[in-house]
């Protein structure tokens, strides 16, 4: 494998620093790879080829005369469709929006821009963002890479940024994670995902599922990638007054320090219940191997049992979003994928008594969480019950996120490692769940487990 893309970002980083590769190769050969995989993987709602050729001339010729603005100066990356870019389409996955021009750019895409990246292109999302199986029936469900004969779940909302860093086709992509969107899609195609705090990254321009519990983040090849991404996307924004409380994290100080002397929880067997036998196989060896890294395992026992948050998040994202895109769901004439409108609808039925209980008991939960987690390092669960399913056999009135949600409710951090594979070659993931703002300590024992594996180096055999 001696293309470009297949090399994480830091590699290419470092490759570019010592003009062994330029920008204007690096991009080629994702734009290459997107133009022979994306007719069957459909991870991109629109692709910026011209201007990203462009923009990586551009960035060579800057680093050849020594103006580079960054070591990130002309790496691509991949955004999802619910970042506004002012003057372009910002769809949020919905038919109904297919010719809603952004007025504003999110601080966000600033912030990459400014670091000298290259905007491959928009990427697929459920619409709204309302959903965790990676389906949309008006613009079309991604493919997941690693089966090429069924069409399996991609994992959502960030299905097509989840594919597109899976598949080869962009280095890292953005997501956005309201209760595993960003984790979902990384677990299902092999990849990894940073699940950040709330405020850790600005939402501004971010079109909104709910503004309680989103939270923008990165989907990587490799945890190192996720770690410099958080770098860059971090910090005080005045648009977006949930910045202005969390100081500023260095990931890269202690990542590679290791596991041994934390303490590390073990997710409670009855929470187990239900995880698929391979799965749960791959996360019993995943705790083996970071008890055998020096790690302490511990039990923890939850406050509460993770089934039972599914009313209070329920209530919480149903109004929110009702509130922004209600209009659009109560009009039977407008173009919604149907089990997004019935979600939607959900939250007509929500009183402002409903709601605000609902962030009251949030709060007090939090609390009791908090004071249980608060003799443990981190929390370590499968990211997901299942590997992918085939999208025929989805039920849409149930949930895949039964595993990520909660750690949205209480406000955590957490990242999605590549942690095997299934015997029919489907990925699993291990998550490794931290308090809030504790997006360093996640990434450092995201970053032992994977440095004493090979499964994030693995690529789905449809897109070697």
């Known amino acids: 494998m001696t293309s470009p893309a297949f090399l994480p970002v830091h590699r290419l980083v470092a490759e570019i620093a010592a003009r062994r590769l330029s920008p204007v190769e690096v991009v080629d050969a994702f734009l290459d790879r997107i133009e022979r995989l994306e007719p069957r993987l459909q991870a991109f709602v629109s692709v910026n080829a011209t201007k990203a050729r462009l923009a990586a001339e551009a960035a060579d010729k800057a680093i050849r005369s020594g103006h580079a603005v960054g070591p990130l100066h002309g790496i691509p990356i991949a955004i999802k469709d619910l970042v506004e870019i002012e003057g372009e389409i910002a769809t949020g996955g919905s038919a109904a929006w297919r010719g809603r021009v952004a007025t504003q750019t999110a601080t966000l895409h600033r912030k990459l821009m400014a670091a000298g990246m290259i905007n491959l292109g928009k990427t697929h999302t459920v619409e709204f963002a309302f959903g965790g199986w990676g389906t949309n029936q008006q613009l079309g469900t991604p493919w997941n890479p690693w089966d090429p004969a069924v069409h399996r779940t991609p994992g959502g909302s960030s299905s097509g940024s989840g594919v597109a860093v899976g598949a080869r086709m962009a280095p890292w992509a953005i997501g956005t994670d309201t209760g595993g969107s ?216 149930k949930t895949p996120a039964l595993l990520t949600r909660w750690v949205n409710f209480y406000d955590l951090t957490a990242v999605a490692v590549p942690n095997g594979f299934t015997t029919g070659g489907l990925p699993c993931s291990l998550q490794v769940v931290c308090g809030t703002a504790r997006e360093a300590m996640a990434l450092r024992i995201g970053w032992a487990y994977q440095a004493a594996h090979d499964w994030h180096l693995r690529v789905p055999e449809m897109a070697a």
């Open 182 to 397: 960003v984790r979902i899609p990384a677990a299902w195609n092999g990849v990894s995902g940073l699940k950040t705090s709330g405020g850790r990254i600005s939402t501004h321009g971010v079109l909104p599922l709910s503004k309680t519990l989103d939270t923008p983040g990165p989907i990587t090849r490799d945890i190192e990638d996720a770690a410099l991404l958080l770098q860059v996307l971090q910090g005080a924004d005045p648009m977006d007054p949930a910045t202005l409380r969390l100081r500023d994290v260095d990931p890269m100080r202690d990542l590679r320090r290791g596991v041994k002397g934390l303490r590390l929880a073990r997710l409670p067997a009855a929470e187990l219940a239900g995880v698929d036998a391979e799965v749960l196989g791959a996360y019993e060896a995943s705790v083996a191997a970071l008890a055998a890294q020096g790690a302490e395992i511990v039990e923890l026992a939850l406050p509460h049992r993770l089934a039972d948050l599914a009313g209070v998040v329920g209530r919480i994202i149903s109004a929110e979003i009702y509130a922004k895109v209600g209009n659009l769901a109560d009009d039977p004439g407008q173009p919604l994928d149907e089990d997004i409108r019935a979600r939607v609808l959900g939250g007509a039925g929500i009183s402002a008594r409903d709601y605000l209980q609902a962030l009251e008991a949030r709060a007090a939960m939090q609390a009791s969480f908090n004071a249980a987690l608060a003799g443990v390092d981190a929390l370590l669960t499968p990211t997901m019950m299942t590997p992918p399913v085939p999208v025929a056999s989805i039920d849409q009135g």
